[in-house]
């Protein structure tokens, strides 16, 4: 980096030191820690927090910043500064903008509206109550409305919100990404409810230990590096990184639901070789950290979907699988292929197939926006979450537990948030298609179980950049157009016309 960036850097190094610190602390909670440490952890946790939006938001940062950019609007000062700096600068700028952007007293009331409205959620859904956690719902969505005032937006409140999760997209951007594919992900979805296919489901019980070690096996052949990252149990699965040097993973194994946690493995690994493929001379730079939440999640979805739930990576891994497990002697590679894409509306987006999925995003993305933007009252969402389910799914919920109460989110103030997901797999989708062309003899590589070549092209081509680019820049620069639904809708419509036989 720049020899005049010096004191900036080292600013910023500071930062994401404490900001590593707390990660691994919540990686500790999350894994080993013992019951009774909670307390304490959540206090060192948030004093860590605070300790970072302070130097964030301080003279000594904001004097240095100063020198090269007008803090109150991020116009860059110098005019004889390269293309590099100019986005080095602007990212700095807009991490510095979005703390300095909410008052000392909002950020406590919110972080403090965040850990009870969690514990509220986690009560409601367990009693099946919504109202046990209305009031507190309705807090946070007055007081996002409110961040997204501060923060400021041009024409559109929920793009406020958009912006801290994936810079650069909009409502109107994805209005009309979503648009293009809905349609079509409902008729591909009737045409698969009127397949006379039959598939077979996987039942029975598999030995943990042989789970964790099939896991163990396939994240190390897709370039996981054991070395520099580990994994481990949780009861929700999850990546998080303190330096590309030491990323950590988990995963969860359930002794009658081997398919879950083989691909949370294999999703995670792919977050996890993201973190790993970042470049360790960026640390602490913006350029050393990922590109947006939509993009991280392309990662894990390829590898997971694209790789995983497809019939040339089990021309591998079916004989090493029925090694391990017994039970899918009797299936041969075309069976087991349909058995991992089972197609099937359900009430919870976690547990959702590929072809239902954004569908559950877009549920969610229309009730965010309503919230945010046009009013919707809190007390009225069980309703309007159902009526959209009977929409989208022709499912009504047997309880709100299984609806509105469903996902943790919203407790946390994550508004925004959702649409990540979907464009995750609108990106991977086109990732991968770069990828396999641009890969020589891609699907004999992958029969072959030779899954490294993948792994560095993703490095090359992605990881390293870190968030030099917006998302839809990086997208143009990797596959030559803009994000589009397009390859996801070909690539769902090959796939699944095969199996159910459309
Ligand atoms: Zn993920």
Known sequence: MRE??????????????????????????ETYMPENGGEIRSKEISYLSSLKHQKQVSNEFQNELRKFVNIDNGKILSNEIND?????????????HYENSLPQKFVEDLSELTSQSQMKWIKAKERNDFSLFEPYLKKMVDMKKKEADHYGYSTNRYDALLEQFEPGITTEKLDDLFNGLRSRLIKLIEKIKNSSVKIKRVKGKFDEDSQWELGMKIIKDMGFDLKSGRQDKSAHPFTISFHPSDVRLTTR?????????????????????????????????????????????????????QIGR?????????????????????????????????VKPSLIRIEADEVTYSLHIMLRYEIEKMLINEGLAVKDLPKIWNEKMKEYFDIIPDSDANGILQ????SMGAFGYFPSYAL???????????????????????????????????????????????PDELIQKVVGSSMSVEPFMEYLESKYGEIYKL
């Open 253 to 305: 194994v359930h002794e009658d639901n081997f398919l879950s946690s083989l691909f949370a493995s294999i999703h995670e690994a792919g977050h996890g070789i993201y973190e790993q493929g970042l470049l360790k001379e960026n640390f602490g730079s913006p350029f050393g950290q990922a590109a947006s939440f939509g993009i991280h999640e392309s990662q894990s979805r390829l590898w997971e979907n």
């Open 84 to 96: 590099n700096d100019k986005r080095f600068l602007d990212r700095v700028w807009k991490d510095f």
């Open 310 to 342: 497809s019939k040339d990576f089990w021309k591998k891994y079916l004989p090493i699988l029925k090694d391990h497990f017994p039970q899918f002697d009797s299936m041969d590679l075309d069976e087991y292929f349909k058995t991992i894409n089972v």
């Open 424 to 470: 995750g797999n609108f990106y991977a989708a086109q990732f991968f298609q770069k990828a396999s062309e641009e890969i020589a003899d891609f699907d004999k590589k992958i029969q072959k179980g030779e899954l490294l070549p993948l792994k560095k092209w993703l490095n090359e081509n992605v990881h390293k950049y870190g968030r030099k680019y917006l």
């Open 4 to 29: 005049k960036f010096k004191k900036l850097n080292e600013l910023l190094l500071e930062m994401q030191k404490i900001e590593s610190i707390s990660s691994l602390l919540h990686w500790d909670q």
């Open 407 to 410: 996902d943790v989110h919203w």
